[in-house]
């Protein structure tokens, strides 16, 4: 069975130059790759999780994430099997702790669980064994969140169509998400529409909290909580 989120060598060669072919892929947008990064800590930080909750950081990458993550929480916990990311991650977040063995990754020991775009680069049938693994690092009443590609989004669509490192995604359709997590023990799951406002729009972009029921965001946001 495996627990491994993605393929290790085909990320080890994009590691080097992932920023900049995200940011490249998302230029449409007008912003960064840090931009989203952010958007995703403000999303997170709306779940009211204590600033002492150990996060883990599951498939984590260069570390994009995980730089805002150790900005809010005291105790961030980084996972990827590829070394070359990895090594980037551990150079920019001296505050956080990486690992690319799963198995030394503390089990029942963190209140938040967060695996970023990530999902749609496991194939499908390995899916339900990388939830399950995740939960297992996951303390009673600890939340997963899941940021996936919103497949109902044409700019998303067309962006994973030219991203370079995107030639194996598979796109989870939203009902997909509640459902793997929900398959995988997973209890009061809730799922929500984010990122719908590119920046020459980004006055409106107070109204997002607001509109998670709008299925034309470009990513969703699904929480669950082990039972």
């Avoid at 503390?106 to 209140?111: A, L, Q, R, T």
């Amino acid at each position: 069975m495996s627990s491994q989120p993605t393929n290790d060598a085909k990320f080890d060669v994009y590691a080097r130059d992932y920023a900049n072919l995200i940011s490249q892929n998302v230029r449409l947008t007008g912003e960064s790759s840090d931009y989203f990064a952010e958007h995703k800590l403000q999303c997170l930080e709306r779940l009211g999780m204590p600033a002492d909750t150990a996060v883990l950081d599951f498939g984590c990458g260069v570390g994009s994430l995980t730089a805002k993550l150790v900005t809010r929480f005291g105790s961030v916990h980084g996972f990827d099997p590829s070394q070359e990311s990895l090594a980037l991650a551990r150079s920019n977040n001296p505050g956080a702790t990486f690992s690319s063995d799963l198995d030394s990754v503390p089990e029942g020991g963190f209140g938040l669980a967060v695996i970023a775009n990530v999902l749609h680069h496991v194939p499908p049938a390995d899916r339900p064994s990388v939830v399950r693994a995740i939960r297992s690092k996951l303390a009673p009443s600890g939340k997963l969140v899941v940021f996936e590609h919103n497949p109902w989004n044409p700019l998303t669509q067309r962006a994973v169509a030219i991203c370079p490192f995107d030639d194996d995604a598979v796109l989870l359709w939203p009902r997909e998400v509640k459902k793997l997590l929900r398959s995988c023990d997973f209890g009061a799951v809730r799922q929500d529409y984010i990122l719908f406002f590119p920046r020459f729009l980004a006055p409106l972009r107070p109204l997002e909290p607001k509109l998670g029921w709008l299925m034309l965001g470009a990513q969703t946001m699904t929480v669950a909580t082990r039972s």
